[in-house]
């Protein structure tokens, strides 16, 4: 684990001695979006139903409004906290290119995060710019969420199915979701009837979609209306634990013609070059190159 041990404080629980966690690197490399940067450099967010401040104190981080118990259940894994990342990076910091990305995001880890609300968030995501990506989500979640309270002020939890199934076309567009709006109404309508117990291969189910080999579950994911290979390979990896997953947007475009490639190469090369040099482990690669890229505006100019 990334940490020598956790102990409960005061509202809260803390991490001791923990190792490549960045509150910035890994709530401002395009995984989440319902992540917020106060004014005292904490991070408030809304997960699981669940509201969290993280806040990062020497080598420590503070977790607070969540207890050992819900820690245990939900955070360890949230926060990908069992998994070893400097052996990880060992062995991506020997390509001499991905080095520099690696070490520029240091901090970066994978949330495993809700898959029904991914697969929302990430239609949303289309061509679309992240405060409004965020706008949207936290309509949505206004109209047919849970409130929450913390330190004075209301929070929204994301919908489940049961909940968002009844918004109707012209009530999700009113959330400022545009276009999407269509998308997400569909997407929604074939997950909530999907109640068959039976295993077939055009399955809306999301669980059993989640279980299917990686490359079946991107092609089952592309059966849902406003999902393309993209928006498959976010929610594969930010919230199914699909690793190979290789997400293309411009700054990874940019940062694999940048390191690897010429300004020619389609995004579908670019995505199965990445699978065969990083293997299972892509998706992790995406972080580091996809941070770097943007927060250093890289061009293809080499």
């Given amino acids: 684990m990334d940490f020598t041990k956790v102990e409960e404080i005061e509202n809260g629980i803390i991490l001791r001695t923990v190792r490549n966690f960045n509150l910035k690197h890994i709530f401002e490399c395009g995984q989440c979006f319902r992540w917020n940067l106060e004014e005292d450099g904490n991070y408030i967010g809304v997960a699981f139903?669940?509201?969290?401040?993280?806040?990062?104190?020497?080598?420590?981080?503070?977790?607070?409004?969540?207890?050992?118990a819900e820690f245990n259940e939900i955070w360890l894994n949230y926060f990908d906290l069992k998994r070893d990342y400097l052996s990880l990076k060992e062995e991506f910091i020997k390509d001499p290119l991905l080095k520099e990305a690696v070490e520029?995001?240091?901090?970066?880890?994978?949330?495993?995060?809700?898959?029904?609300?991914?697969?929302?968030?990430?239609?949303?995501?289309?061509?679309?710019?992240?405060?409004?990506?965020?706008?949207?989500?936290?309509?949505?979640?206004?109209?047919?969420?849970?409130?929450?309270?913390?330190?004075?002020?209301?929070?929204?939890?994301?919908?489940?199915?049961?909940?968002?199934?009844?918004?109707?076309?012209?009530?999700?567009?009113?959330?400022?979701?545009?276009?999407?709006?269509?998308?997400?109404?569909?997407?929604v309508d074939k997950?909530?009837?999907?109640?068959?117990?039976?295993?077939?291969?055009?399955?809306?189910?999301?669980n059993w979609i989640k279980s299917q080999p990686d490359q079946d579950c991107h092609e089952a994911?592309?059966?849902?209306?406003?999902?393309?290979?993209?928006?498959?390979?976010?929610?594969?990896?930010?919230s199914m634990s699909k690793y190979s997953a290789f997400p293309v947007d411009v700054w990874v475009k940019r940062a694999m013609q940048y390191f690897y490639l010429a300004p020619d190469v389609s995004l579908k090369?670019?995505?199965?070059?990445?699978?065969?040099?990083?293997?299972?482990?892509?998706?992790?690669?995406?972080?580091?190159?996809?941070?770097?890229?943007?927060?250093?505006?890289?061009?293809?100019?080499?």
Wanted: with cysteine; proline share 2%; glycine share 6%.
């Fill in 104 to 187: 520029f995001g240091h901090g970066i880890r994978l949330l495993q995060q809700e898959p029904f609300e991914l697969i929302v968030s990430f239609i949303i995501s289309s061509n679309n710019r992240i405060p409004m990506i965020k706008k949207c989500i936290l309509n949505i979640s206004k109209k047919w969420g849970k409130k929450v309270e913390y330190k004075g002020k209301t929070y929204y939890t994301f919908p489940n199915v049961q909940d968002l199934h009844i918004a109707e076309l012209e009530e999700l567009s009113a959330c400022s979701t545009g276009f999407r709006a269509k998308y997400i109404k569909d997407t």
């Fill in 269 to 302: 090369k670019i995505r199965g070059f990445a699978i065969d040099k990083f293997g299972n482990q892509a998706g992790f690669a995406q972080q580091y190159l996809f941070y770097y890229a943007r927060e250093n505006n890289i061009s293809v100019d080499k």
């Fill in 191 to 206: 997950i909530y009837n999907n109640k068959s117990e039976e295993v077939y291969e055009n399955s809306y189910d999301i």
């Fill in 49 to 68: 139903e669940r509201v969290i401040e993280l806040q990062a104190i020497g080598e420590d981080v503070a977790i607070y409004n969540t207890s050992l």
């Fill in 221 to 238: 994911l592309q059966k849902f209306t406003g999902v393309g290979p993209k928006v498959a390979d976010c929610i594969m990896l930010f």
